[in-house]
């Protein structure tokens, strides 16, 4: 499995007591595959894709990405890892206001130490994967909301993750361009063999994932095929 936690637990301080935010968590996901992660508010959702993105350690339990075995690695070697092989799509784009949408891309793979005319044309190729080729010189206030996201997908691509995760992509977007990009994220999945966990609270999209799981109280129930 190209994502693999095991067993994860993750707790916070909450007064003179700790609050438990995973309990016993276990989820697989393989390359190009899109498992959706429903429940409510303070279910759980948020801390699980914080510890699959090895953003905060779990207290116990294993987490297994592309392969490697997070546990023994220093904060400099998750920061290194999730550089490398985990790509992030959160809630809001957060694009820089300056930037075009290729730029947005690049500074990606500048990070990474990748040359300036791959980063170029990879950029180009991803935008024209997520539909928005012809607004790679278009600056975040001359896209709408969907393209805006459509950027974000496509920057969090950019350096080839094995896995992505994406946190509430369509909260500020309407059905029809909430299905749009739901939509891409699943062919992109296929397409480029990602392991994906999606964390929505649109169920009425929840047909394009592969297998939907649902929390509660920090706890996972067992996953399934939608119809």
Known sequence: MTLSLTHVTLSHPDGDARLTA???????????????VVGPSGSGKSSLLAVAATLVPPDSGRVVVDGTDTGPLSRAERA?????????????PNLLPSLTSAEQLEVMAHVSGRPPRRARDRARE?????????????????LSGGQRQRVN???ALMNG????????????????????????LA??????????????HDRAHLH?????????????????VPA
Do not use: K, N
């Open 22 to 36: 995973l309990d016993g968590v276990s989820l697989e996901v393989a390359a190009g595959a899109l498992t959706a």
């Open 126 to 142: 991803l935008l024209d994967a997520v539909g928005l080729g012809d607004r790679a010189g278009r600056r975040p206030h001359e």
């Open 208 to 224: 394009r994932a592969d297998a939907v799981v649902t929390m509660a109280d920090g706890r996972m129930r067992a996953g399934r």
């Open 153 to 155: 997908i496509a920057r």
């Open 80 to 92: 290194e890892l999730r550089r490398d092989r985990v790509g992030i799509v959160f809630q809001q």
């Open 161 to 184: 993750p094995a896995v992505l995760l994406v946190d509430e992509p369509t909260s500020a977007l309407d059905q029809e361009r909430g299905a749009a990009v739901l939509d891409l």
């Open 187 to 200: 062919t992109l999945t296929r397409e480029r063999g990602t392991a994906t966990v999606l964390v929505t």
